[in-house]
């Protein structure tokens, strides 16, 4: 991952926003507060980097970085707060024949046939595009005049690597491959195909073709795209994410027997959280080794703030709480998962809380970003270095 050189250069501040789903209401609550934060501090952020649903956060930030921090900040809750499950998929019951009659073709080696996504996320794209392309021209300038050093999104490509789908100001080199990580940078001018492509949920939604290739969900391989981040040489990193940047505690006493869903949740959870983790200990570590390097010794440490919840269940059990207040019936797209999931299930919530896309779920997830940020920048020391 590494660490920065020494340099007299000003303060260069990135935002690392991590995948979550319908999740991402709480990363555009907490950088509501953390945005203005920054900006009083004179720190206002100039490279963004996401994946997933932080691929939304990181372009809408882009996109609007040359607007009063306050007002960039509000962009992304209007976003949130707005998203409704039928701008995203249709309903299971309406899409669900087709599904079966193309698995049935697969089946039966019928040409043509194929079942490439569970859920028919075809109003996603639409929903995408109506979004994002009137903040394409004022992404485009705050690029080429350097208020956005670099919009760096996060796909998964066909070989199972990581690729980083990079706009960079000009000047601003591009990232060599990591090996290592098998992380590739590629230079693009950042669209709503690149938001679609690093969101497309694998088996759930339908990858996403860009320039021949087939890519889907960035999450699948790096959720929290610290590593490319410091890729671009910040001296501060803003890291949001939907879980807590600490594994979970022992439990305090024997465990229930696991069902598939309380299964299918924890390796969620795992898959999510885990790399995140280390990363972060990995990140603090270099920083301890930069800390009792010599004066003279061209390494310096680099800043980190996070927030993230106290739990890695706390945004299921508020999805799980808010449920039964949403608007819409048994059968919605939405009321039919629930259903499939099993109401009763504790899992559950935890799953549905990536798919919740609701105002209702929005507004509380929103809140509870705030109240964590404004919890962590009112610390005695809000920076990790």
């Known amino acids: 991952m590494g660490t920065d050189r020494r340099s007299s250069k000003p303060p260069r501040v990135a935002v690392v926003a991590a995948g979550a789903g ?22 206002r952020p100039s490279v963004f980097v996401g994946t997933s649903a932080g691929a939304i956060n990181a372009g809408l930030l ?20 707005g998203v409704r499950v039928e701008d995203v998929f249709r309903a299971p019951l309406r899409s669900g024949p087709g599904t079966a009659l193309r698995y049935l073709g697969q089946i ?7 079942v490439t996504s569970l859920l028919d996320n075809a109003p996603l794209a639409a929903f995408a595009r109506a979004t994002f392309e009137p903040y394409g021209p004022l992404l485009r300038e705050n690029v080429a005049d350097g208020t956005v050093v670099a919009l760096a999104l996060a796909a ?9 789908f990079c706009d960079l100001a000009p000047g601003v080199a591009l990232p ?6 098998a992380i590739d940078y590629r230079a693009a001018a ?30 699948v391989r790096l959720n929290v795209p610290l590593s490319p ?11 949001v994410a939907t879980h807590p940047a600490t594994y979970p505690d022992a439990a305090p006493g024997p465990s229930r027997r696991p069902d598939v869903v309380d299964s299918a949740a924890a390796v969620l959870s795992s898959a999510l959280a885990d790399r995140m983790v280390e990363d972060l200990l990995t990140f603090d570590k270099l920083n301890r080794v930069a800390a009792s390097a010599p004066d003279d010794d061209e390494v310096r440490r680099i800043k980190r703030l ?3 919840p106290d739990t890695r269940h706390q945004l299921g059990e508020l999805a799980a709480a808010r449920f039964p207040e949403r608007e819409g019936g048994a059968f919605d797209a939405l009321g039919v998962i629930h259903r499939l999931l099993g109401p009763s299930e504790p899992g559950a919530g935890e799953i549905l809380s990536y798919l919740f896309f609701d105002p209702g779920f929005a507004t509380a997830a929103i809140d509870l970003g705030r109240d964590h940020a404004q919890r962590q920048v009112a610390a005695a020391e809000p920076w990790i270095w």
Request: glycine residues 12%.
């Open 22 to 43: 319908a999740r991402g209401a709480y990363e555009a609550g907490a950088l509501s507060v953390l945005i203005p934060w920054l900006d009083a501090r004179g720190l």
């Open 62 to 81: 882009a996109a609007t970085a040359n607007l009063p921090a306050d007002q960039s900040a509000q962009a992304l809750v209007n976003f949130w707060s």
């Open 108 to 114: 039966a080696g019928l040409p043509g046939s194929g």
């Open 156 to 164: 998964t490509d066909g070989a199972e690597r990581t690729t980083m």
């Open 176 to 181: 060599q491959t990591s090996s290592g990580r």
């Open 190 to 219: 950042i669209t709503d195909r690149h938001v679609l492509a690093s969101s497309a949920i694998p088996a759930l939604f339908e990858p996403v073709e860009l320039d021949g290739e087939w890519f889907t969900d960035g999450g």
């Open 229 to 239: 981040a410091v890729k671009f040489d910040p001296t501060h990193v803003v890291v």
């Open 306 to 308: 996070f927030v993230g």
